[in-house]
Nanobody, 118 residues
């Protein structure tokens, strides 16, 4: 059974940084794509960043390039999302996801809350 467990969300001031973690278990993810999504209050869930577990080039939502970085640690089976220069508009629940393709994320974590104060 696939499990994705996010952590690292908290209250942070604008301009600050956070690193979110996603611990993955339950299968071999070597052929999977891992992604981060977020959902702000009253808004639809949106894509943030993704990368193939194999290490192929990561990709980002255009609006977030340069501030957010996705990475993974094979030994820990963990995917990270480094977020810098945060703004109140980054306030959202952040979700980790996994799937066999970039159009088929079929496993989701429970989410972690990020709140950025002005």
């Amino acid at each position: 059974q696939v499990q994705l467990v996010e952590s690292g969300g908290r209250l942070v001031q604008a301009g600050g940084s956070l690193r979110l973690s996603c611990a993955a278990s339950g299968r071999t993810f070597s052929s999977y794509v891992m992604g981060w999504f977020r959902q702000a209050p009253g808004k639809e869930r949106e894509f943030v960043a993704g990368m193939w577990w194999s290490g192929a080039s990561p990709y980002y939502a255009d609006s977030l390039k340069g501030r957010f970085t996705i990475s993974r640690d094979n030994a820990k089976n963990t995917v990270y999302l480094q977020m810098n220069n945060l703004t109140p508009e980054d306030t959202a629940v952040y979700y980790c996801a996994a799937g066999p393709s970039t159009s088929a994320y079929n496993h989701w974590g429970q989410g972690t809350q990020v709140t950025v104060s002005s």
